[in-house]
């Protein structure tokens, strides 16, 4: 029998964007269930090391096991795969979820041009067993994490939701894009309230450690040589955490309505920009770093790589209109709070460092 409180299945919650929103619910009257699959792209540590912070007890963790929050009785956590459609089909059928919030995905542009079969399974297989969960048990409303990298090399500044993003540049870009499409479809078909998230370079504590902020951060700490794209000529429009979660939070009842800009009329589906709106040049994030961290950089100069892009840049006004929403945290201001996570992160025992 399912109770009065509405319960919320966040994906990913073992990762950057999936922690900090759990552990903001954990804050509301919400009945929370987390999921991860602790795949080791990264240090699978820092991972176990969130879950911790979250108030779960890493030695009861089990694959395809429900773990109960040791200080809040109103919060879960297991591991799963969502690839695993059986135990998946079964997480969905008990737990009775009023939302869904997908960010579980293989992240990466590089990795991508390596491990391809890794975002098949992942972004693709396993994004479309959430569909059919999501279709199969009356959902509320499922919100997803997409990126800004759909829109590839596009040359309309800023970027606004609907410009075209039919080329991808990297095939992470190409499982994003698909992901849209698919829940698209589904919204079409089974009339699912749907909403994506395409995040802009979203940074703070806990963050991953494959992220030029943090991986820069480790190798100037170290004085080891960062590697600069495109000779420094880049902007990205960094988007702080706690923007990024606030904004999540208040989308979550925002429930997409019948909009004449979708074909046809009365599809539930709509897509988001969640960026600063402010995009920044990449030797700006060095620079700071660079003083907060009371070192200087050690550069190595490359040129642009395959799958990425010179400049990002967020039009955010659908996301202001639909929750009122207004990134707060300056650069400087997000990146000393990264700092000093990231430097008590790492005197803690048993701790190094996690980046590759």
Known sequence: MKSNQQKILITGSAGFIGHHLTMAFQELNFDIVGLDSINSYYDPVLKFNRLEEQGFERQLIKYNCLVRNSANPNA???????TDENALEH??????FDYVINLAAQAGVRYSLEHPQSYVASNLVGFANILENC?????????????????GQNSSIPFRTGDQTDYPISFYAATKKANEVMAYSYAHLYKIPTSGMRFFTVYGPWGRPDMAYFSFAQAIK?????????????????????????????????????????????????????????????????????QLLHKKAILDLQPMPPGDVQSTYADIQDLAKAVNYCPSTPLEVGLTR???????????????????
Not at 135 to 151: D, G
Not at 225 to 246: A, L
Not at 339 to 346: A, D, G, L, M, T
């Open 76 to 82: 879960s956590f297991i591991q799963l795969d969502l």
């Open 91 to 96: 997480l969905f059928r008990e737990q009775q």
């Open 135 to 151: 279709r199969n048990y009356s959902i509320k409303h499922l919100l997803f994490a997409s990126s800004s990298s759909v829109y």
């Open 222 to 290: 170290d004085e080891k040589p960062i590697r600069i794209f495109n000779n420094g000529d880049m902007h990205r429009d960094f988007t702080y955490i706690d923007d990024v979660v606030n904004s999540i939070i208040k989308l979550l009842t925002v429930v997409p309505e019948p909009n004449e800009s979708t074909k046809p009329a009365d599809v539930l589906y709509k897509v988001y920009n969640i960026g600063n709106s402010q995009p920044e040049p990449l030797f700006k994030l060095v620079t700071i770093l660079e």
């Open 338 to 356: 990264f700092i000093e996570w990231f430097e008590s992160y790492y005197k803690k025992p048993n701790v190094t460092a996690c980046f590759n």
